[in-house]
């Protein structure tokens, strides 16, 4: 059974510039969520999307957006990139959610120069 | 903002011992998951043990839960080289769905 994967690996983006990142999930998986991961802040939970609809949502600027497609693959983006939002950004999948174990990828490495 | 507060921040052991990381939370929670995370890379899904449960193992790791103390412990026994990682608790409160809250993980060194 093939894990969870995000694309691309890294990435490396100017001020300003907006980026799309893709998640897909495990087969049968209907929630996917994403986290920020900095050295700073920890791991941080953006959003949950559970059947194409955002289920929760955490503290992002509304510059962090999502969705999620109806063979459960997701993407998230974020506009007007900053350079604080150099960070690894995880995707998670879970069966169902709430009481199901959430599989990470490898995540992607985002720099913003 | 992390509900989770793990404990040491950082575990140096030498191969072959026991090494044990704690985590406290403060909110009601669903169930509670150990990740393992190597040099930034994804995170590795452990175990996951439900609020109503109190120990569980697996494989060379036992995690226990007590639900009063809001607090987990998880031990690996006879440590490897290979489990030097970071180690990260994450508890899913009742209700949230699935949005997982992440303690800032204990780095544990395994010394061969």
């Known amino acids: 059974k093939a894990g969870v994967t995000q694309t691309p690996r890294y990435l490396i983006k100017t001020r300003g510039q907006q980026v799309t990142l893709s998640c897909s999930p495990i087969s049968g998986h209907r929630s996917v969520s994403w986290y920020q991961q900095t050295p700073g802040q920890g791991l941080q939970f953006l959003f949950e999307y559970f059947s194409e609809t955002q289920r929760n949502k955490g503290n992002f600027p509304g510059r962090f957006s999502g969705r999620q497609f109806s063979n459960s693959r997701s993407e998230m983006n974020v506009s007007t990139l900053e350079l604080g939002d150099s960070a690894l950004y995880l995707c998670?999948?879970?069966?169902?959610?709430?009481?199901?174990?959430?599989?990470f990828g490898q995540g992607t490495r985002l720099t913003v120069v | 903002s992390q509900q989770g507060e793990e404990d040491p921040q950082a575990l140096s052991i030498q191969e072959g011992e026991n090494a044990t990381m704690n985590c406290s939370y403060k909110?009601?929670?669903?169930?509670l998951q150990w990740y393992r995370q190597n040099s930034g890379r994804g995170l590795v899904h452990l175990i996951l043990i439900r609020s109503n449960e109190r120990e569980k193992h697996s494989g060379r790791l036992r995690v226990t839960l007590d639900t009063s103390k809001k607090s987990s412990s998880l031990l690996i026994t006879a440590s490897r080289a290979a489990d030097t990682a970071s180690y990260f608790c994450a508890t899913d409160a009742y209700g949230h769905g699935n949005k997982l809250v992440f303690g800032a993980g204990t780095i544990l060194r395994v010394k061969s």
């Open positions: 909110t009601s929670i669903n169930n």
């Open positions: 998670a999948s879970s069966l169902a959610g709430g009481e199901t174990e959430a599989f």
